[in-house]
């Protein structure tokens, strides 16, 4: 029998050991011991509805101790997304979730951390073409639209209203514009006086509210895509002395920010944005055990105002 030369043993090992590695999960094996590693990419924490969704995911990626969680903060930095998305490839993560900060910047990591065998989950803003596992997200446009039939009816289909935006280059800004522009399509009356793209971020939107005081005289309401934005437009026009009489309409209903200001009187309505942390878990764990799941899970929502709100606000149809 011939004797193998030692190249040959050499390939021989490399070849049985390599064979054994491509068997065991990135990231783990799923066991305590052995944890299944999921990285989150969170597009910023400087929004309370994001700080919301991370300690949704923690707290349910707690009660599974085959899992192990790994959270990274773009700081609102598209660049440094994209980096950390590929950092958290580059050690091995068993699957990602991400809250894209824009949708087009991020398709490629997203995409590419998909084509090398990593299920990605993503959360709340969407990215382009169909590289990723799953998305979970509210219908932001029927969130829009709901908020639009609302401030029409109110107003009594007469007013002059301010629309502070979201970041315009984000799926939920586009989306909750076009479902309030749609829904008032009809109400020749209302006039929108004042837009902005305020970036989801409270200082900007006061800042913005307080140009659009200075330019309109009269202003009937504010909707604003999301509570921050209009508690902010609530804190300049109260600040002008000209909150009175004034409606201020926001987005996201968090039971300690949204909810709250409509008790406490400040907001006059908010739409329930679900933040899709406990679900993202739970479609994390079935993806990772080897189940079939859908491509697109929406999330239910609700209006909570001054009436509703006492009983958890009014489902939307």
């Given at each position: 029998m011939?004797?193998?030369s030692?190249?040959e043993?050499?390939?021989?090992?490399l070849t049985?050991?390599?064979?054994?590695?491509g068997?065991?999960?990135?990231?783990?094996r799923?066991t305590?011991?052995s944890?299944?590693?999921i990285?989150m990419?969170?597009c910023?924490l400087?929004?309370?509805?994001?700080?919301q969704?991370?300690?949704?995911?923690?707290a349910?990626a707690?009660k599974?101790d085959?899992?192990?969680?790994?959270?990274?903060?773009?700081?609102?930095?598209s660049?440094?997304?994209?980096a950390?998305?590929?950092?958290?490839v580059?050690q091995?993560?068993?699957?990602?979730?991400?809250?894209?900060?824009?949708?087009a910047p991020l398709?490629?990591?997203?995409?590419?951390?998909?084509?090398?065998g990593i299920?990605?989950?993503?959360?709340d803003?969407?990215v382009e073409g169909?590289k990723f596992?799953?998305?979970i997200g509210g219908?932001n446009?029927?969130?829009?639209?709901?908020a639009?039939?609302?401030?029409?009816k109110a107003?009594?289909?007469?007013g002059k209203?301010?629309?502070l935006k979201g970041?315009m280059t984000?799926t939920?800004a586009?989306?909750?514009?076009?479902?309030f522009r749609?829904a008032?399509a009809g109400?020749?009356?209302?006039?929108?006086v004042f837009?902005?793209d305020?970036?989801?971020?409270e200082?900007?939107?006061?800042?913005e509210?307080?140009?659009?005081?200075?330019?309109q005289?009269?202003i009937?309401?504010v909707?604003?895509?999301?509570?921050?934005?209009?508690?902010?437009?609530?804190?300049?026009?109260k600040q002008a002395?000209?909150?009175?009489g004034?409606?201020?309409?926001g987005i996201?209903a968090l039971?300690?920010?949204?909810?709250?200001y409509v008790?406490d009187?400040?907001?006059?309505?908010?739409?329930?944005y679900p933040t899709g942390?406990a679900?993202a878990?739970?479609?994390?764990?079935r993806?990772l055990?080897?189940?079939?799941v859908?491509?697109k899970v929406?999330?239910?929502t609700r209006i909570?105002?001054?009436e509703?709100v006492?009983?958890?606000g009014d489902?939307?149809?």
């Amino acid at each position: 029998m011939r004797r193998r030369s030692a190249l040959e043993l050499g390939l021989w090992f490399l070849t049985i050991a390599g064979a054994g590695c491509g068997g065991e999960k990135r990231g783990g094996r799923g066991t305590r011991d052995s944890p299944w590693i999921i990285g989150m990419s969170q597009c910023n924490l400087g929004e309370p509805w994001r700080e919301q969704m991370n300690r949704d995911i923690e707290a349910a990626a707690a009660k599974h101790d085959v899992l192990k969680m790994v959270f990274k903060d773009a700081q609102n930095d598209s660049l440094k997304q994209r980096a950390q998305v590929e950092e958290l490839v580059a050690q091995g993560i068993a699957l990602l979730l991400i809250s894209p900060k824009e949708t087009a910047p991020l398709t490629k990591p997203v995409a590419e951390a998909f084509d090398k065998g990593i299920p990605v989950i993503v959360l709340d803003r969407e990215v382009e073409g169909d590289k990723f596992t799953a998305f979970i997200g509210g219908d932001n446009e029927k969130i829009g639209h709901a908020a639009g039939e609302w401030i029409a009816k109110a107003l009594g289909g007469k007013g002059k209203v301010v629309e502070l935006k979201g970041l315009m280059t984000s799926t939920p800004a586009q989306q909750r514009h076009k479902g309030f522009r749609d829904a008032i399509a009809g109400q020749s009356g209302i006039e929108i006086v004042f837009e902005a793209d305020m970036q989801w971020l409270e200082p900007n939107a006061r800042k913005e509210m307080e140009s659009a005081l200075a330019q309109q005289s009269k202003i009937d309401l504010v909707y604003a895509h999301n509570d921050p934005a209009a508690h902010g437009a609530y804190l300049a026009a109260k600040q002008a002395q000209r909150n009175e009489g004034m409606k201020f309409v926001g987005i996201d209903a968090l039971p300690h920010e949204g909810v709250a200001y409509v008790k406490d009187g400040v907001l006059d309505a908010t739409v329930l944005y679900p933040t899709g942390g406990a679900e993202a878990i739970e479609l994390a764990l079935r993806i990772l055990k080897g189940e079939k799941v859908d491509k697109k899970v929406t999330l239910g929502t609700r209006i909570f105002t001054k009436e509703s709100v006492e009983r958890g606000g009014d489902p939307i149809p």
